[in-house]
């Protein structure tokens, strides 16, 4: 199967700095991808450059068939890769329902846009009871539900989601992912996110990746690496020295992913 997104060894700087390096990865169509890593990996900057709000300084991001690299985030997001960034961002003085109507200013398909519409209050029914709420008098649960359903109205054929998880409840967050599930499964919507919350993006995404410094140090599917020793250790509690790398206590010996 072609996948739907193919980033080629893709190198991003901030100024001086190289803030990403030689990353690959792949999601094929109506998958969910996790990206996970530490504060500082390189993720956030990872989606920033696939979304085209930061020109990458060498390599590729074919999505769809089409090179996207280098183009502005507009005509990225009317392709079809759109990206719901990290803390909300929602528009605070607009009600709900014009957040959600910004969202599709791109559509010129007015049926398709209210089926949508719909669609998007039938994921998230606090959105609904809301919709003629200021969206800056939401809770941080609802501004992501509100961030969610703003980009699906776009359309996307590739849903990119910026730590979701960020300044939300335990059971808030099982609550999102449910529903970003529901999203792949019931309109074939590819999904891309990072998280630093790992264990909740393993348990839910088909494929994952961990970066490390601004590289891809490990990826399998996500039952596989939710599996290995390493990962468990670094990012799923457990116990030190079981580490693939060694038994030495981690904080002893340099990180070693295999």
Same mark, same amino acid.
């Given at each position: 199967?072609?996948?739907?997104?193919?980033?080629?060894?893709?190198?991003?700087?901030?100024?001086?700095?190289?803030?990403?390096?030689?990353?690959?990865?792949?999601?094929?169509?109506?998958?969910?991808?996790?990206?996970?890593?530490?504060?500082?990996?390189?993720?956030?900057?990872?989606?920033?450059?696939?979304?085209? %709000?930061?020109?990458?300084?060498?390599?590729?991001?074919?999505?769809?068939?089409? /090179?996207?690299?280098? @183009? #502005? =985030? +507009?005509? $990225?997001?009317?392709?079809?890769?759109?990206?719901?960034?990290?803390?909300?961002? %929602?528009?605070?003085?607009?009600?709900?329902?014009?957040?959600?109507?910004?969202? /599709?200013?791109?559509? @010129? #398909? =007015? +049926?398709? $846009?209210?089926?949508?519409?719909?669609?998007?209050?039938?994921?998230?029914?606090?959105?609904?009871?809301?919709?003629?709420?200021?969206?800056?008098?939401?809770?941080?649960?609802?501004?992501?539900?509100? =961030?969610?359903?703003?980009?699906?109205?776009?359309?996307?054929?590739?849903?990119?989601?910026?730590?979701?998880?960020?300044?939300?409840?335990?059971?808030?967050?099982?609550?999102?992912?449910?529903?970003?599930?529901?999203?792949?499964?019931?309109?074939?919507?590819?999904?891309?996110?990072?998280?630093?919350?790992?264990?909740?993006?393993?348990?839910?995404?088909?494929?994952?990746?961990?970066?490390?410094?601004?590289?891809?140090?490990?990826?399998?599917?996500?039952?596989?690496?939710?599996?290995?020793?390493?990962?468990?250790?670094?990012?799923?509690?457990?116990?030190?020295?079981?580490?693939?790398?060694?038994?030495?206590?981690?904080?002893?010996?340099?990180?070693?992913?295999?």
């Amino acid at each position: 199967m072609t996948p739907l997104l193919q980033v080629q060894n893709l190198e991003t700087w901030y100024g001086p700095i190289v803030a990403m390096q030689g990353v690959n990865i792949e999601v094929q169509p109506g998958r969910m991808v996790a990206v996970l890593g530490a504060n500082g990996a390189g993720k956030t900057t990872l989606l920033n450059t696939l979304a085209g %709000v930061i020109d990458p300084f060498k390599g590729q991001v074919i999505f769809n068939g089409e /090179a996207v690299h280098g @183009r #502005d =985030a +507009d005509a $990225v997001s009317r392709r079809g890769l759109v990206l719901v960034p990290e803390g909300r961002q %929602v528009y605070p003085f607009l009600s709900v329902r014009d957040n959600l109507a910004m969202g /599709a200013y791109s559509r @010129r #398909d =007015a +049926d398709g $846009v209210r089926d949508d519409l719909a669609r998007v209050q039938q994921w998230f029914p606090r959105l609904k009871e809301r919709e003629s709420q200021h969206a800056g008098l939401l809770s941080g649960g609802e501004q992501q539900m509100l =961030a969610i359903g703003r980009a699906y109205m776009g359309r996307p054929r590739l849903l990119m989601l910026d730590e979701p998880s960020l300044g939300l409840s335990p059971l808030l967050t099982k609550e999102i992912f449910g529903i970003v599930g529901r999203i792949r499964d019931e309109t074939g919507t590819a999904v891309l996110v990072v998280e630093q919350n790992a264990a909740i993006a393993l348990a839910h995404a088909d494929d994952g990746y961990i970066m490390e410094l601004g590289r891809i140090v490990a990826a399998d599917t996500c039952e596989a690496l939710a599996q290995k020793a390493d990962v468990r250790e670094a990012y799923l509690g457990g116990a030190a020295g079981q580490g693939l790398s060694g038994t030495a206590q981690r904080w002893r010996r340099r990180k070693t992913w295999r």
